[in-house]
C-alpha cells in the first residue's frame, strides 16, 4: 500500500501528538553523528508508551513499513540514520526512572532516558552505574542497549550487557516480551536480553530495562604515566592489576603521536610531564578506604617508577588534577576544531596482539601517505583500540582506501572490525572480515525468525 495509508493508520491510532510528518520536522536532527548519509524519514513516531511503541509497530508490521529506531543521534556507524522510505521511531519521551530499588541494587528505567541522567541518579541514591563513554550527555539507555556500548571503565565493570538484568521489547509485530527480572542468576531457557543488546535495533525495540548498580567508589586514585616502550605499558596492565587491592577501573593508553598532536592543536590542554615519551598511560582505581587507597596506590606507582616499567608520572592530588588528565583523553571530540575531515576506526584485539597490530597499521597507513597524521590510543585493559587517520588535502576521500588498510589488518591479527559501536552502515561491508560465513547465516536466520517482513532498521549489519 502506499506510504500515506500506512501513515493515516498510525494517525489514526496514535493521534498527530505522537505521529509528525516530515513538513513538521524543522530543524530537528535526524542522523547521527557517522557522517553516512541519511534520508528525512517518512514520519516520526514519538511515543510515551510501551503500549504507543506495540501499536506503532502492529501497524508497521501489517503494512510491511520499515522503522529506524533513534535515540540520542551519538552513533558513529549510521546505524540511526533513515537510508530511504523508513518512519523513525524516537524514544525520546521514554525518559522516565521508574524505580531504584536499594535493596536489590537495580534501577529501572525507559529506554530514553540519557546515560549522565542515570549515572547521576545512581550516585544520588549511594550507587555507582559504571558505564561511561564521552556522549554521556546525549546518548540514551536504549541506544547504550542497542549497539551494546563499552567506553572507559569496561576493564573493571563490563561491556552495557554486563550492568542488564533485566529488559523489555516490542517485537516487530508488535508483541511485547517482558523479562523485567531483577535476578543475577536467571538461567531459565535462551537468554533474549543478551541476544537484543547488541543488536542495533534489528530484532526488536528496547523499551524499558533493569539496571545492575554498582556500590559507589569514595576513593579514587590516578595518575598520568610516561612509559619508554609498549613491553612497559603490557607490564604495567598485568602489575596494577595483580597488586592494586581494588584493582583498575580505568587504563588508557596513548601513543605518542594523539599526545603530540591534541596537545599541539588544542591550547586548553596542559601538559602533565616534561618531556616527549614514546606511550602514555592514565591509571585509574576505585577503592572505598580513601586512605588506604592513596597509600597503596602511591606506594605501587612509586615500585614502577623504582623498576623502569614508569619512566616519569604524575599523580592527581585533587579532582581537578584527575579531570584535566581525562581531559587529553577525551579530546576526540575536539577533532572537527582541527581534523575536520578525519577517518576514525574503532578495532579491537586480542590484549596480546594490540601492540603489533597498531604498529602494523601505522606502517601500512605511512607507506601509502607519508605525510599522514596517524593517532593511536584505547582502552588497552580490552583491547579497544581507536585509530585516527587524517590525509592533509584530501578533505576525507581516501576514506575508502583508508578502511582496506585498517580492516586488512585487523582480518589478519584475528580482531574486530567493531569495538563498541556497532556495524550499522559504516561497517556492513566489512562484517565478514570479523564473523564467519557459519555465523553470519546464523544471524540472519535470527533476523528472519524475529523480524520475517525484516521491517527493523533494514539495511543494517548485513
Given amino acids: 500500500m502506499a506510504k500515506s495509508t500506512v501513515t493515516d493508520a498510525l ?4 493521534g498527530a501528538d505522537i505521529v509528525q510528518l516530515p513538513a513538521q520536522f524543522g530543524s530537528r536532527q535526524l542522523r547521527d553523528w557517522s557522517g553516512v548519509p541519511g534520508a528525512v524519514p517518512a514520519a516520526l513516531i514519538r511515543p510515551r508508551t510501551t503500549e504507543d511503541v ?3 509497530l502492529r501497524i508497521c508490521h501489517a503494512f510491511g513499513q520499515p522503522v529506524v529506531t533513534q535515540g540520542g543521534l551519538t552513533g558513529l556507524v549510521g546505524g540511526a540514520n533513515a537510508l530511504g522510505g523508513e518512519v523513525a521511531l524516537s524514544l525520546e ?7 531504584v530499588d536499594r535493596t536489590s541494587a537495580t534501577m529501572t528505567v525507559e529506554a530514553g532516558v540519557p546515560l549522565q541522567v542515570v549515572q547521576e541518579a545512581a550516585l544520588d541514591a549511594g550507587f555507582y552505574f559504571p558505564l561511561d563513554l564521552g556522549a554521556r550527555g546525549s546518548c540514551t539507555i536504549g541506544g547504550n542497549l542497542a549497539t551494546n556500548a563499552g567506553g572507559n571503565r569496561v576493564i573493571k565493570y563490563g561491556m552495557m550487557r554486563d550492568q542488564v538484568l533485566g529488559l523489555e521489547a516490542v517485537l516487530a509485530h508488535g508483541e511485547v516480551a517482558s523479562g523485567m527480572h531483577k535476578m543475577i542468576k536467571n538461567n531459565s531457557g535462551y537468554d533474549l536480553r543478551h541476544l537484543l543488546i547488541g543488536s542495533e535495533g534489528t530484532l526488536g525495540v528496547i523499551t524499558r530495562v533493569v539496571l545492575r548498580l554498582r556500590p559507589r567508589p569514595t576513593a579514587v586514585a590516578t595518575a598520568w604515566c610516561a612509559l619508554p616502550d609498549y613491553a612497559a605499558v603490557t607490564t604495567l596492565l598485568s602489575r596494577s592489576q595483580a597488586a592494586l587491592p581494588a584493582g583498575v577501573s580505568a587504563f588508557e593508553v596513548m601513543w605518542a603521536g594523539y599526545y603530540d598532536a591534541v596537545l599541539a592543536n588544542l591550547p586548553q590542554l596542559r601538559a602533565p610531564l616534561d618531556g616527549r615519551h ?21 606506594a605501587f606507582l612509586g615500585t614502577m617508577l623504582e623498576e623502569g616499567v614508569v619512566g616519569d608520572a604524575a599523580l592527581a592530588q585533587s579532582e581537578a588534577d584527575a579531570q584535566a588528565f581525562w ?29 603489533r597490530a597498531a604498529a602494523q597499521c601505522e606502517h601500512q597507513l605511512r607507506e601509502q601517505w607519508p605525510d599522514a597524521l ?18 592533509p588535502g584530501s578533505n576525507g576521500h581516501q576514506h575508502d582506501e583508508i578502511d582496506r588498510v585498517i580492516y586488512d589488518v585487523t582480518r589478519e591479527f584475528h580482531g574486530s572490525v567493531s569495538a563498541e559501536h556497532g556495524i550499522g552502515v559504516k561497517k556492513k561491508a566489512f ?19 524475529l523480524d520475517p517482513r525484516s521491517i527493523l532498521n533494514p539495511g543494517k549489519i548485513f
Avoid at 602514555?280 to 578506604?289: H, I, T
Avoid at 581531559?327 to 601492540?355: L, N, Q
Avoid at 562484517?431 to 525468525?449: C, G, N
Fill in 11 to 14: 494517525l489514526a491510532e496514535l
Fill in 54 to 56: 506495540a501499536t506503532a
Fill in 93 to 99: 519521551r521514554m525518559n522516565r526512572i521508574l524505580e
Fill in 278 to 298: 614514546p606511550y602514555y598511560v592514565l591509571l585509574e582505581s576505585v577503592g572505598s578506604d580513601p586512605q588506604q587507597h592513596a597509600l597503596a596506590f602511591e
Fill in 327 to 355: 581531559t587529553i583523553r577525551d579530546a576526540p571530540g575536539e577533532y572537527p576544531k582541527f581534523i575536520p575531515h578525519h577517518s576514525a576506526y574503532d578495532v579491537s584485539f586480542s590484549i596480546s596482539d594490540v601492540g
Fill in 374 to 391: 596517524v593517532m593511536i590510543y584505547g582502552h588497552l585493559g580490552d583491547g579497544n583500540l581507536h585509530i585516527v587517520v587524517d590525509v
Fill in 431 to 449: 562484517l565478514a572480515h570479523t564473523r564467519s560465513e557459519v555465523e553470519i547465516a546464523a544471524m540472519r536466520q535470527i533476523k528472519a525468525a
